[in-house]
């Protein structure tokens, strides 16, 4: 044996050829997870194979669990890179410091282990590359980190005492096809399981069932390597394997995970299957799963876990999967490589649609024009159709996967042809997919990531220009909507599109979960945290969960938007002279299903608080069907309250999750106006106007009632969020670096003008950044009813602005003590212009630190939407128009500052912003800018603010 097999391009030797898998059978097992001995060296032949020979001594050595990486158990560390290679490009050739991990385990045979039979040894992951020995003998090697590997070792068991020893090198040649956007983590990461092998066991077998939604019939049929018979005793089938035949059973949708149990039984074993009839195809251009087509409302998974990397238990991939369908997610991209097969066993229970994607990404290639790309050097193919079919014969008995992914960010070549040719042949019943080759010559859908709208809308006409043959095929969005950080903004926009045309099928939220590794010092850690010379930062966390798997605002605005029932008003108005009252249009936006699980509720609220509530009766609506339903006459006769209808669509099996939801204006907001009257008087060094004072020189306001209010002023900072710091696709200008260059964050407040009036205190003011000419002309004018006090805000630019404002406001710190929010506007959790569908009108109560959304890296966050009042800290203030809210206890610029959220300590005021306006989000840290009506153009504005002191809940 060489011992540069690490180094050359072949996928391994030794190994078994791939069969299906399934989770257990009759057949005896053994897991071999747990604690193993450990032994790390710097490069890969740092150490002999003595360790591999029976009786050697590991007792200095120290332990490590398994499944698990090494470097998040105190050896090594891990690297983060999105698409460079953390070593120099000389492919199959690594470099000479390889940490190489040693790990040795022993095992005794249970008692009752059979005497007769095969058995086998089973690896659901190494990365990169593994030698194996069993009892001093070696079984061979293997690359292909999450891909399954299997050595016959029956010869060689023993009853007791028997040595398993398994080297694991970082680097391999395997490490350029799997150059994804993540940690660089060796590790045995999966499980290592012994599987006895009876006498006349299965061999590999490929379940067929197929769906033919105009006979309502499944044809059913187990081609298997090994004789043997299929039952199916719901359906009262029992036939031969390779045999056919057809029942009338009901389809597998990831709506309706319809799963008929079965049994393979060959001469020697039992295993059970779990059977879902479904028929996929791309017809009339479109992508047609029993003869409907059907949207992907999707998202990009990663395995990800704070604690354990890539190596996940069943209650985290079930808590995943259970999650996705609580925000009405109906697809998954296993970006990108094959997940462990346990979780698709969960997609198919609980009913997920998969595209299924190879462990297979050179994307590092593109820093040198993808020169000498594996996927287009055909001694590399044979390690490609490795990969493809270790993918494919491992998952093709699962009816979640509806589509096969060659892999991700390859470039284009002859060995993803390949793969695709082998595909095809082996399972023509699935469609195929890749991103990175705009000709489709090897897919069946158009795929693409991060397309703008506006190119997404001429896609859907059909109207891009592309191959002809790419015009008839369907199109996906295999990866959109960049949720790193604060964002992703424009979900509703894409969605619009999506639902408008039927060749736009939807699309994959870039991405799951946030890949911030659990950390002492920085609660979590992202790319630098572990001193690596090259690295990507904080882009490794962009999901729509948190690290902990809390949703993000990000995930409550995807639900909000993909929900499955539509819910408008057709007349809400209270306009009864025609017509009869308000009336809600329902519309099914299942692809399947119609919606008989769920019940639907009214409410009717006033100013924000529930005043009547009641069932609304949704007839059976078949999908894409719709209903326009009166609403009953509200009991409440007042007049001058905002009134507004929500409507809600919760299940019906008693837990009243809720799936879907809108609210209807009924009668408008009034702002109350507040009369002038009283007179501003000097007091002294103070201007006493109504319940406040002001410092006489510099027009400062300094109380409100008993409350210190500092400086309050015009504001227009915030700290950048990872898409304010992105480079637009088309401009390539990225509003965080441009907005520094002006120096908004270090704005200069020049007091031009205090006036006193009769009825006003007016402070004229420039508010303008060193070293430039722009400006913002600003008056406060402050009046007061003699309980109430009033500020209107007057902004006016002058010279040429080019760029948009952060965001337009006022900012004033409040006494550290205070605590509790109320307000009565959109909630409960933060918005921004195009981030605002889950924002619900209503009254919200938070502490300041509830307030706060816990993005990886400190970021703008937090503003609550759409606000009419608010009270915190002793005041109330209420907006005309409606205002962003937004407090927390630590400056922008200390935000700003900040890179890790254990940086952010509350130090002196609460700092409040009202805003009367805020620059969108976009999805700019990977995409396009936000859209043009969610920009924040420096334009003349004014707003107004009414403040009164309140008693504070809060304070003691
Ligand atoms: C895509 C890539 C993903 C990820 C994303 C940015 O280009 O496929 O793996 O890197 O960009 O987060």
Request: a negative charge; charged letters at 25%.
């Amino acid at each position: 044996m060489s011992t540069t097999y690490h180094e050359d391009v072949s996928p391994g030797s030794g190994t078994l050829p791939p069969r299906a898998g399934y989770a257990r059978s009759d057949a005896m097992s053994l897991s071999l997870n747990g604690s193993w001995r450990f032994r790390l060296s710097p490069t890969a032949d740092g150490a002999d194979y003595s360790f591999a020979a029976p009786g050697y001594d590991s007792g200095a050595w120290d332990e490590v669990a398994v499944p698990g990486h090494w470097v998040l158990q105190g050896h090594g560390a891990p690297i983060y890179t999105n698409h460079l290679y953390p070593f120099p490009v000389d492919p199959p050739r690594v470099p000479t410091e390889n940490p190489t991990g040693d790990h040795l385990r022993t095992f005794d045979l249970p008692a009752r282990w059979p005497g007769s039979g095969e058995a086998v040894l089973r690896f659901d992951g190494v990365e990169s590359c593994a030698r194996v020995w069993l009892n001093g003998e070696e079984l061979g090697e293997f690359k292909g980190s999450r891909l399954p590997h299997e050595f016959a070792v029956g010869a060689l068991l023993r009853a007791e005492g028997n040595v398993l020893a398994v080297r694991v090198h970082q680097w391999s040649s395997g490490s350029y096809l799997e150059d994804q956007d993540q940690w660089w983590m060796p590790g045995i990461f999966r499980d290592v399981t012994l599987l006895h092998r009876p006498d006349g066991a299965a061999g590999d077998f490929f379940v067929h069932a197929a769906y033919d939604h105009r006979s309502g019939r499944g044809t059913l049929r187990v081609d298997s390597a090994v004789p043997g018979r299929v039952t199916v005793p719901e359906l009262g089938l029992d036939l031969a394997a390779g045999d056919e035949a057809v029942v009338e059973a009901d389809p597998w949708t990831a709506e309706t995970p319809r799963l008929y149990d079965g049994e393979l039984a060959t001469a020697g074993e039992r295993i059970p299957l779990r059977i879902g009839f479904r028929t996929v195809l791309v017809e009339d251009g479109v992508i047609k799963v029993n003869g409907r087509r059907i949207l992907f409302r999707g998202v990009n998974r990663h395995e990800f876990h704070p604690e354990t990397g890539r190596t996940l238990d069943l209650e985290t991939m079930r808590a995943d999967v259970v999650l996705m369908k609580q925000h009405n997610i109906n697809a998954v991209r296993t970006s990108h490589y094959p997940p462990h097969p346990a979780f698709l066993d969960l997609c198919d229970e609980l009913g997920l649609w998969v595209v299924d994607e190879c462990d297979l990404e050179t994307h590092g290639f593109t820093e040198q024009d993808w020169r000498a790309n594996p996927v287009d050097d055909e001694r590399w193919t044979p390690a490609l159709l490795d990969r493809a079919a270790r993918m494919v014969e491992r998952d093709k008995n699962h009816p979640s996967v509806v589509v096969w992914s060659l892999g991700n960010e390859c470039g284009t070549g002859r060995g993803l042809t390949a793969m695709a040719d082998w595909i095809r042949g082996r399972d023509p019943e699935r469609l195929i997919h890749y991103e990175g080759d705009l000709s489709c010559a090897d897919t069946d859908m158009y795929s693409r990531m991060y397309a703008s709208h506006a190119e997404v809308a001429a896609i859907g006409r059909r109207e891009d220009d592309g191959p002809p043959e790419r015009l008839q095929l369907p199109f996906v969005l295999c990866e959109y909507a960049h949720a790193m950080g604060n964002g992703p903004g424009g979900l509703s926009e894409y969605q619009q599109l999506f639902e408008a045309h039927a060749r736009n099928q939807g699309g994959f939220v870039w991405e799951w979960i946030d890949h911030g590794l659990a950390h002492p010092e920085f609660g979590y850690a992202y790319g630098g945290d572990f001193g690596e010379e090259l690295h990507d930062g904080n882009f490794v966390c962009d999901g729509l969960l948190f690290p902990d798997r809390t949703p993000s605002p990000g995930l409550v605005e995807y639900k909000k938007v993909i929900q499955p029932v539509g819910i408008e008003g057709v007349r809400t108005d209270g306009d009864r002279t025609e017509g009869g009252g308000a009336a809600v249009r329902i519309t099914n936006k299942y692809d399947f299903t119609d919606l008989s699980h769920l019940t639907f509720e009214w409410s009717f609220d006033v100013d924000g608080e529930t005043a009547e509530t009641g069932v609304l009766d949704v007839p059976v609506l078949a999908p894409g069907e719709r209903a326009d339903l009166e609403l009953p006459a509200p009991a409440y006769a007042g007049r001058n309250a905002e009134t507004r209808w929500t409507v809600r669509a919760l299940l019906a099996d008693g837990t009243r999750h809720e799936v879907a939801w809108a609210q209807l204006p009924a009668a408008p907001r009034q702002s109350p106006p507040v009369a002038p009257g009283s007179r501003p008087r000097r007091d002294g060094q103070s201007v006493v106007l109504g319940p406040a004072s002001f410092d006489a020189r510099t027009g400062e306001l300094r109380t409100i009632g008993p409350v210190d209010i500092r400086q309050l002023r015009l504001d227009v900072w915030r700290a950048p969020t990872d898409n304010d710091n992105g480079a637009d696709w088309q401009s390539g200008v990225r509003y965080g670096q441009r907005w520094r260059e002006l120096g908004l964050h270090r704005m200069q407040h020049r007091l031009d003008a205090v006036e006193l009036s009769d009825d006003a205190l007016t402070v004229r003011t420039r508010v303008a950044p060193a070293a430039q000419d722009i400006a913002l002309v600003t008056a406060y004018r402050w009046t007061s009813d003699g309980a109430r006090l009033r500020l209107t805000v007057s902004v006016a630019p002058e010279g040429e602005w080019t760029a948009p404002l952060p965001r337009l406001g006022i900012r004033f710190g409040l006494p550290a003590g205070a605590d509790s929010v109320s307000w009565f506007g959109g909630g409960p959790g933060e918005a921004y212009p195009d981030t605002r569908s889950a924002s619900r009108l209503g009254r919200w109560h938070s502490s300041v630190d509830g307030l706060q959304t816990p993005y990886v890296r400190p970021q703008e966050n937090g503003a609550r939407a759409d606000v009419r009042w608010a009270e915190v800290g002793g005041v109330r203030v209420e907006g005309d128009p409606e205002f962003w809210f937004t407090a927390r206890r630590w400056t922008s610029e200390q935000l700003d500052a900040a890179e890790h959220r254990t940086d952010l300590r509350p130090a002196g005021p609460v700092w409040v912003n009202l805003d009367h306006a805020q620059q969108g989000i976009g999805s700019q840290s990977c995409g396009p800018r936000p859209l043009d009506q969610h920009q924040l153009a420096a334009e003349p504005a004014e707003f107004t603010f009414t403040f009164a002191p309140v008693p504070d809940p809060g304070a003691e």
